[in-house]
T-cell receptor, first 113, second 109 residues
Framework: GAGVSQTPSNKVTEKGKYVELRCDPI?????LYWYRQSLGQGPEFLIY????????DSGLPNDRFFAVRPEGSVSTLKIQRTERGDSAVYLC???????????FGPGTRLLVL | DAKTTQPPSMDCAEGRAANLPCNHS???????VYWYRQIHSQGPQYIIH???NNETNEMASLIITEDRKSSTLILPHATLRDTAVYYC??????????FGSGTRLQVQP
């Protein structure tokens, strides 16, 4: 079946701009996670949704970052006033429910110039 | 979540078994051992997980010591496509995964 998909695969933006990154989880998966991976590092947790609600947003670095999942399926990660340090690969994962195996998408490579 | 320690890099000859070790001496009774790998420029790929017993699937085998303080991921016949960073993660399976630096496995022809 279809895995987790993320769009766009690459995004180049200028410092100060607003960006949205989209994640389509595996159909039927209720849990959705966002991670960020900087060059040469392992992925770092950002936020986790169970259904429509953000169950844990402790990994969001500051209030420029926000994520939504209004219908409990697709999620959008929003970054305001982007900074060069936001450049990274943003990964999305989903699991059938909380605590089950997470399956990752291919990621969105964000470059802030 | 318990910390894990993995060697930064390993080499393996194509066709041979790759044995990737992981130490997790502070693991708690309710924590699982998960293995993921990340091939260059791709998202992490789930490989296998276990709690106490050894596990095997079509990709790999996971051997967990009796005291659960360490484990070994075994790729029985490594191919060039197995070249990747392998992450050992210990988690109670609640929410976020905590990735370390992993082991960079290079399969040599």
């Amino acid at each position: 079946g279809a895995g987790v998909s993320q769009t766009p695969s690459n995004k180049v933006t200028e410092k100060g701009k607003y960006v949205e990154l989209r994640c389509d989880p595996i159909s039927g998966h209720t849990a959705l996670y966002w991670y960020r991976q900087s060059l040469g590092q392992g992925p770092e947790f950002l936020i986790y949704f169970q259904g429509t609600g953000a169950a844990d947003d402790s990994g969001l670095p500051n209030d420029r970052f926000f994520a939504v999942r209004p219908e409990g399926s697709v999620s959008t990660l929003k970054i305001q006033r982007t900074e060069r340090g936001d450049s990274a690969v943003y990964l999305c994962a989903s699991s059938s429910t909380e605590g089950k195996t997470q399956y990752f998408g291919p990621g969105t490579r964000l470059l802030v110039l | 979540d318990a910390k894990t320690t993995q060697p930064p890099s390993m080499d393996c000859a194509e066709g041979r078994a790759a044995n990737l070790p992981c130490n997790h001496s502070t693991i708690s009774g309710n924590e699982y051992v998960y293995w993921y790998r990340q091939i260059h420029s791709q998202g992490p790929q789930y490989i296998i997980h276990g709690l106490k017993n050894n596990e095997t699937n079509e990709m790999a085998s996971l051997i967990i010591t009796e005291d659960r303080k360490s484990s070994t991921l075994i790729l029985p016949h490594a191919t060039l496509r197995d070249t990747a960073v392998y992450y050992c993660i210990v988690t109670p399976g609640r929410r976020a995964l905590t990735f370390g630096s992993g082991t960079r496995l290079q399969v040599q022809p």
